[in-house]
């Protein structure tokens, strides 16, 4: 179990594949994806950046469109 801070409790942490697109940030591939109340989220260890995706709520929806850029 991970706790990031008190409000916040995630129980698995998992990351992004090999195959999947880096943070298009920093371009870490410490990304984790993780549900909050039914949507996924995408967060970077390295640079804190978090994205979700309006319509796009399940994990595979969402891993779509992660990948769907060209960086
Ligand atoms: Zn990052």
């Known amino acids: ?12 942490v998992r990351y ?14 410490q990304v984790s994806i993780e549900e909050w109340m039914g949507i996924t989220n995408f967060v970077c260890d390295e640079c804190g950046l978090i994205v979700s995706f309006i319509g796009k709520e399940s994990e595979e929806a969402a891993i ?8």
């Open 1 to 12: 179990m991970v706790r990031r801070n008190e409000n916040e409790v995630v129980d698995a």
């Open 16 to 29: 992004i594949g090999t195959e999947d697109k880096p943070c298009p940030f920093c371009g870490s591939k």
């Open 64 to 71: 779509e469109s992660w990948n769907r850029r060209e960086l």
